[in-house]
DNA sequence: GGAACTCGCCAC
DNA sequence: AAACGTGGCGAGTTCC
């Protein structure tokens, strides 16, 4: 399959998106070598720690006399054959080569204490091995300079990497920490991060113009906050409750996005299930799963009369049901359309002079465009705002991007000067250059403090 | 000693 | 009929 710029335009964006990121690159972000340092050896004291404690264990003797190979704890492999093979425990949940999983999943699963030592010990190493590690490896000079690439991801979206500056930990909150504390702005800068809110679900609606999902987008209203009420039954939904948050972000995670990029209602429930609920794969037992304000969330299902996963199946397929044939038929019909449309033809053309051809499937038929488009947004706001910032001798710089949000450098005394900018270029000017666009777009604006760091951003309210 | 593969996990 | 889209990267492992 291949996705070509078939238009002069299409291919203007991506030769000025390239210089564009070019410019970025070389301004790069500080990293506080000494903290990564310190954090570094912090870390691997305390994987130490958990890897004693976890070889002092009844499980670790039983492994040791399983086999007279030296064991390395770490080895997935080696730990799948002792404890499916070995321990003969039941496989729940398979690799994609239909072996037993050793993901954090299938490990806690098991309700063995001593597994959630290593998966402990596995989660710091990530911290200190794939990002801590690569900070200290690519910095030169205390700044390092993450890539940006426009030719390598086939639905035109982008990538970055040396080091990956668009996967940094965000969602834990130790990881957060441990990681964004050590990326900071020039001297005397801050960060601005501006934020598309809900951009592939707006751009999506410029293909299908499903009329409820654009009402939805027109008033601002919260339609995963529907979805949580329906999925888990819950009347009094709200979202500054913590406990009807997690759901929230498990409905929209574990769900919906899911759903538009085509998964269905099986795998949605497991994920939603075990993975975000904490319950298991079978029958369900009073205590189990996450916390809700009353009791867990297994109380809850059984206080309703859903007792297990296959219980949970069947009340998701309803609600799928329900998702695609009444609350959103026009993009469902529109996705028949458009990969019909595909078989016919044998390509695709997104908004933005880009061609999708080449062998298929549906769900790539109907992802590719949509997640095209919407970075193209992304990419255009870039390479205005970047032109705007160089051309007007701006002290502040664009550093980074990570698909629907753009990193920006701030010299503090342009505050005012740039969200005003970013408003206009990123929801208006944008849609008057791209008159396809028939939805409102709106940006979040996050800031940190002068010489704060990537975790400290907080949420900006303007001031009205 | 490096390429290629699998698995797992981070982001959107 | 099929069944979650896009990446980067580290560790372990096997093959050449």
């Known amino acids: 399959m291949k996705i070509n710029p078939n238009t002069l335009d299409a291919y203007n964006l991506l030769h000025e998106g390239t210089l564009a990121f070019a410019d970025a690159e070389q301004v790069g972000f500080r990293v506080d ?57 039941k496989i729940e949940k398979r690799t994609a080569t239909e072996k037993g999983s050793t993901d954090n999943d ?21 911290v200190r091995d794939t990002y801590l590690e690569a900070f200290a490896k690519e ?12 030719h390598l991801p086939r639905s035109f979206r982008s990538s970055s990497n040396s080091p990956n500056f668009q996967n940094v930990p965000i969602r834990d909150e ?44 027109r008033d601002g209203y ?87 996963l296959k219980k949970f199946e069947n009340h998701l397929r309803e609600i799928e049901k329900s998702f695609w044939e009444d609350r959103f038929s026009h993009y469902a019909r529109w996705k028949e359309r458009w990969w019909n449309l595909y078989k016919k033809k044998g390509y695709v053309d997104l908004f933005t002079g880009f061609r999708c051809s080449g062998v298929m499937g549906k769900n790539d038929v109907i992802n590719y465009p949509i ?26 710089r664009l550093i980074g991007q990570i698909h629907d949000s753009i990193l920006i450098d701030l010299h503090p005394s342009e505050l005012k000067r740039a969200i005003k900018l970013i408003k206009r270029v990123t929801c208006v000017d944008l849609k008057e250059a791209w008159s396809w666009i028939n939805v409102p777009l709106d940006v979040d604006i996050e800031l940190s403090p002068i010489d704060g760091s990537w975790a400290d951003k907080e949420k900006y309210y303007l001031a009205n």
């Open 174 to 217: 130790e990881s957060k920490l441990l990681t964004r504390k050590a990326l900071f702005p020039r001297k005397d800068h801050q960060f601005l991060e501006l934020d598309y809110s809900g951009l592939e679900v707006r751009i999506a609606a410029c293909y299908h113009k499903d009329p409820n999902m654009l009402k939805y987008i």
């Open 371 to 396: 997640q095209g488009a919407a970075f193209h947004c992304l990419l255009w706001s870039f390479i205005q705002l970047n032109k705007i910032f160089k051309e007007g001798k701006w002290k502040s």
């Open 139 to 150: 910095q030169v000079n205390g700044v390092i300079h993450p890539f940006f690439n426009l």
């Open 222 to 308: 919260d339609f995963h906050a529907d979805m949580t009420k329906e999925i888990f039954m819950i009347n009094d939904f709200d979202k500054s409750i913590p406990e009807h948050k997690v759901l929230r972000d498990a409905t929209k995670n574990g769900f919906v996005f899911p759903e538009f990029y085509g998964s269905y209602y099986k795998n949605c429930a497991i994920g939603l299930a075990c993975e975000w609920g904490k319950l298991g794969q079978g029958k369900w037992r009073e205590g189990e799963g996450i916390s809700m304000p009353e009791g867990t969330l297994a109380d809850h299902f059984i206080n309703n009369n859903i007792t297990s």
């Open 33 to 89: 070598v000494e903290y990564v340092e310190r954090k570094k050896k912090f870390l691997t004291k305390k994987i130490l720690h958990l890897e004693d404690k976890f070889k002092d264990s009844k499980l670790y003797k039983h492994w040791e006399h399983s086999t007279t190979n030296k064991i390395n704890i770490h080895s997935h492999e080696q730990l799948s054959h002792f404890l499916y093979k070995v321990k003969k425990i």
């Open 106 to 126: 299938a490990l806690s699963q098991m309700n063995i204490p001593e597994l959630d030592i290593l998966i402990r010990a596995q989660k710091l190493k990530k």
